[in-house]
């Protein structure tokens, strides 16, 4: 099985009301460059289709993301060889305050964090999401009936050891998806993945995520169980209600649609020299895959 891997431009773009997150590219503690990082999920790393492609060679090809879960900012290392740091020290998953210092070497970027608009929404007039958040995310994997809960605000899902949740399947990326929650409601994300991640059959970048979707990951197939911890509990092992029903919290709505500009950002360092250019990539076309 094989998708298009999607890229980070058609990642939707946060509601007004969440909070407003712009990175700083500093040089020798010098501000250089204001990007503003306006999607639920900003990518950085040396891959194309990066919102943030770092030219380097110690930088990953998909290094690390920043997620806007509507209320909250998180920092994830996507398995990166050389690390992220946050505040100088080595991160995994850490959520992130206004003047923060991430670094991805020898990258360095100021974290800069407003609140939202007040009772804006989706559609900037209030719109709210009526239906509850589940107060639980599982992923049953449908070849040995296993659920499997993230315990984390943010779970990736992929081959390498450090994933929330690893695989051994070989047409799975390294660190292949995230898993977490926008304004409450459980999402998936695309890593830039070579064989993509579909749901229902349907190949997505980002999309929120409902009670029974069926989750592929390369070849591996899940499906999407979202419940209360009581609802939960009477789950079989076949991963259905033991009373042939349960009780399943189904959310609804969509997040803001994607933005028509293409805005993604090359950052571009010369090796062995204090020289960096930075290219804008609003009129490119096309991208090497």
């Known amino acids: ?18 909070p407003r997150v712009s990175l700083i590219l500093r040089r020798h503690g010098v501000n250089e460059r204001h990007i503003p990082c306006r999607r639920a ?22 290094h690390a993301a920043i997620l806007n879960t509507g209320s909250d900012v998180i920092l994830v290392d996507l398995g990166s060889r050389h690390g992220t740091l946050l505040n100088g020290l080595r991160v995994e998953h850490d959520t ?28 900037g007039n209030g719109f709210v999401k009526l239906d509850p958040a589940p107060d639980v995310i599982a992923l049953e994997h449908l070849a040995t009936s296993r659920l499997l809960s993230p315990t984390r605000d943010a779970c990736t899902i992929g081959r390498k050891s450090t994933c929330d949740i690893q695989l051994t399947d070989g047409s799975v ?32 970048t980002l999309a929120e995520l409902h009670d029974g979707d069926a989750l592929t990951i390369g070849e591996t197939l899940f499906r999407v169980r979202l419940a209360s911890h009581q609802s939960l509990k ?23 649609a994607p933005g028509h500009v293409d805005d993604l950002i090359d950052i571009q360092s010369v090796e062995g020299s204090q020289r960096w250019k930075i290219v804008d990539a609003y009129n490119k076309v096309a991208r090497k895959r």
Do not use: W
Not at 41 to 62: F, N, P, Y
Not at 109 to 122: K, P, Q, S, T
């Open 1 to 18: 099985m094989s998708a298009v891997a999607p890229r980070s431009a058609d990642i939707q773009r946060v509601d007004d009301g969440a």
């Open 41 to 62: 999920v900003t990518l950085l790393g040396a891959r194309d289709g990066c919102k943030i492609r770092l030219e380097h060679s110690a930088v990953s090809a998909v």
């Open 96 to 123: 992130l305050r206004n003047d923060d210092v991430v670094t991805l070497e020898p990258f360095e970027f100021l974290v800069r964090i407003e609140d939202g608009i007040h009772g804006a929404g989706a559609d």
């Open 173 to 204: 990326s390294r660190v292949h998806a995230v898993l977490f929650k926008y304004n409450g409601h459980p999402t998936i994300v695309d890593l830039l993945s070579e064989n993509g991640t579909l749901v229902n059959d349907e190949p997505v």
């Open 234 to 256: 009477k789950l079989g092992a076949n991963g259905a209600a033991a009373d042939g029903n349960g009780e399943v919290v189904k959310p609804s709505g969509d997040l803001a």
